[in-house]
């Protein structure tokens, strides 16, 4: 029972254009959603989160936008960057913290 | 300041063997969860411990078993190791429970090849 799904397994974009990573959910109890990014030999890194008490959270090139009714998040990176080329995780939990659930994830490729 | 730390890094075991793999969480974290991420796949739960009692588990045998010490460190254990055990085990830590808006941050995990 997949609680949080990533249905594009890749995305690939252009240097300087705006990466969009979409993320949707199931379980109406998670309030709190987070995006990690993951190198290759790495563990993953925590790159932003949103609360359900908010739409939009933005932190420098990354923004998280929260859609409720639809269950849905996506992650705006702009511009993009070859540095950013990773596999982005989306994940969330409910109150509580007591398990965080992940993606399956997206491999972002950035073209120069 | 240290991030989390995972040991070993790196281990090849034989199939029926038993494992132990170590973790120590951010300095004043309180919370360590554990998770198994194989090939092409997102994280899996697999535990997670708060002040050294187990606070959640997920969809794993019980080969599979953790404790937390007195310091915060954890331990995961893996028995009678199949193939499918094969995989990239990771620690993550926290300093909230009980809370919205509890950010887990990973260690580099243990990847673990079992032949």
């Known amino acids: 029972d997949q609680q949080v799904k990533q249905n594009s397994p890749s995305l690939s974009v252009q240097e300087g254009r705006i990466s969009i990573l979409n993320c949707d959910y199931t379980?109406?109890?998670?309030?709190?959603f987070l995006w990690y990014k993951k190198y290759p030999a790495e563990g993953p890194t925590f790159l932003i989160s949103?609360?359900?008490?908010?739409d939009k959270n933005e932190d420098g090139r990354f923004t998280v936008f929260l859609n409720k009714s639809a269950k849905h998040l996506s992650l705006h990176i702009v511009p993009s960057q070859p540095g950013d080329s990773a596999v982005y995780f989306c994940?969330?939990?409910?109150?509580?913290?007591?398990?965080?659930?992940f993606g399956a994830g997206t491999r972002l490729f950035v073209k120069a | 300041d240290a991030g989390v730390t995972q040991s070993p890094t790196h281990l090849i075991k034989t199939r029926g063997q038993q494992v132990t793999l170590r973790c120590s969480p951010i300095?004043?974290?309180?919370?360590v969860s554990w998770y198994q991420q194989v090939l092409g796949q997102g994280p899996q739960f697999i535990f997670q411990?708060?002040?050294?009692?187990?606070?959640g588990r997920g969809n794993f045998p019980d080969r599979f078993s953790a404790r937390q010490f007195p310091n915060y460190s954890s331990e995961l254990n893996v028995n009678a190791l199949l193939l499918g055990d094969s995989a990239l085990y990771l620690c993550?830590?926290?300093?909230?429970?009980?809370?919205?808006?509890?950010?887990?941050?990973f260690g580099e995990g243990s990847w673990l090849t079992v032949v």
């Open positions: 993550a830590s926290s300093s909230l429970q009980g809370f919205s808006g509890n950010t887990i941050y």
């Open positions: 379980n109406s109890m998670f309030d709190y």
């Open positions: 949103i609360s359900s008490i908010k």
């Open positions: 994940a969330a939990s409910d109150t509580g913290g007591f398990k965080t659930i």
């Open positions: 300095s004043g974290h309180k919370s």
């Open positions: 411990y708060y002040e050294k009692e187990e606070r």
